[in-house]
């Protein structure tokens, strides 16, 4: 515990990233003082991290942005229908500027700890620069996908070559011409990146355990009069997109998938295929993330193009999913990825059919053949949604630990707070539609929300504010039963935590749509913050 001489905030906010600078900016216009701790040596999180060749957003740009200030929005000019990573990153950096927001922010700087002093009624803040500081208020700003998971991958410290991850790329970049590059994990990351390491490297071998769905994304230039008209009538489009389930405009059908004609169907698909939109094919029937048979239309549509557009069969085959649902994995766009497979100097080796025995010196051994690499690039994901704040020591009231109280899986009362934990808040996290919506409209909620909570709990002397635990049981349950009655539990995804050997099954985010979440998060607002405890004026359990 620090003494009694560290600084004292009202606010500690973890991480600078979209949710973080938009957390600063409203806890600095409440008038309470603010720390920022930030791992990076920038601003930008995600997009600070992730700076892989064909790092790309795959919500478009108009969409993927803040809504919070009319002129932020009139004052950006936004170059393609999906940015890539330096244009966001180029964009966060503008806001935190323009807001003057990095006097507030520690860069390079990690939290390790966010121990509660019952007593005291504050949290202990540590870090791993040596800082202690006290702060009423920990809200963690971390982001869903930004604990690299550990590859559990043999030998890797022994490779000789350059290795590299996509999530820690080095900001002056990674020489690749007239290498021999490796490629491990085929998710969207790699999805994106392999397109443009071949086009550098002498050669690229891409090790795949299991195929992803990935559709085109059509990425182009933003239309001037498509920007010119959102800028017009910008309020009437954020008004659709909360109105949207995943908080992206996308045309939603009203029939099953096994009501229509084939031929009506796979005009469709072709359709959505030629949209550039990853959720066209989810929304387009009723039915294609409930029922087993529509799904299997959209996959067979999907594997239908694999096969069209990769010329060797048995590759072909190799890239087709199958065995999981279509759009219960992420659903990935890329910029010509199956194509990249027709290409003399792309080898896909198959990990199914002859598995990763472990990284060598020289580069990865399969049990069939060594493969002889000059760079190794892991695109092996994240631990995700939990693993970003399981990965701080966090103890709460009578110093439970955070990891234990999630042993069995994560429960949180709307992905806001956690029972036990009064005072701490997550943004984005488990419980809340983070990962299954556009994601910064899930965040400038989630940091309205509190920000309010905030101003309610000091005009009504709250001491501090928890979940009933009821309650976050009973919303538990909802976010299960929610997922339950979808196809996306069938797949062994990051969505349930399936990529990390040992980490509990458990859907974490909430698929029942932007719209029911913040109407759910209103009412108990509306109701007097019902579910929740606030603790008046003393916090003792
Ligand atoms: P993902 O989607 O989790 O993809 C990781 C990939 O790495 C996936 O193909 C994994 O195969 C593969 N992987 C992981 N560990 C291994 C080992 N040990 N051996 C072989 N292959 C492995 O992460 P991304 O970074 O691509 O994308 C994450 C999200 O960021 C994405 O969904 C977007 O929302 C943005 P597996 O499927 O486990 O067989």
Known sequence: MPTDDRPEYDVVIVGAGLAGLYMLHRVRGLGLSVRVYEAGDGVGGTWYWNRYPGAR???PSLEYSYSFDPQLEQEWEWSERYATQPEILRYIEHVADRYDLRRDI????????????????????TTDAGEEVWATFVITAAG????????EIGGLDSFAGTLVSTSAWPADGVDLA??????????????????????????????????????PAHNAPLDPA??????????????????????ILVERGTRSALEVDPDERSARYAQCWDSGLFACIPASYTDIITDLDANETAAEFVRGRIREIVRDPDVAEALTPRGYPFGTKRICLDTGYYDTFNQEHVTLVDLRRTPLVAVTPEGVQTTEEEFGLDVLVLATGFDAVTGPLLRMDIRGRDGVHLRDAWAGGPHSYLGLQVAGFPNLFTITGPGSPSVVSNVVVSIEQHVDWIAECLRYLREHGVAAIEPDADAEAAWAQHVHDVAAATLYPQ???????????????????????????RQKCAEVVEAGYEGFVLHRPAVHA
Request: one cysteine or more; proline letters at 8%; glycine letters at 10%.
């Open 226 to 247: 498509v920007q010119r008209d959102w800028k017009a009538r910008y309020r009437e489009h954020r008004a659709a997109v909360l109105q949207a389930r995943t908080g």
């Open 106 to 125: 520690t860069l390079g700087t990690r939290v390790e700890s966010v121990i509660r002093d019952d007593e005291a009624n504050r949290w202990a803040v």
């Open 491 to 517: 797949a062994p995804s990051w969505f349930v935590g399936a990529n990390v050997p040992g980490k509990p099954r458990v859907f974490m985010p909430y698929l029942g749509g932007v719209p029911a979440y």
């Open 178 to 215: 007239g290498k021999r590059v490796g490629v491990i994990g085929t998710g969207s990351s790699g999805i994106q990146s392999i397109p443009l390491i071949a086009e550098q490297a002498a050669s690229l071998t891409v090790f795949q355990r299991t195929p992803n769905y990935s559709l």
């Open 57 to 59: 957003c795959d919500v």
């Open 144 to 151: 869903c996908l930004s604990a690299p998971k550990p590859p």
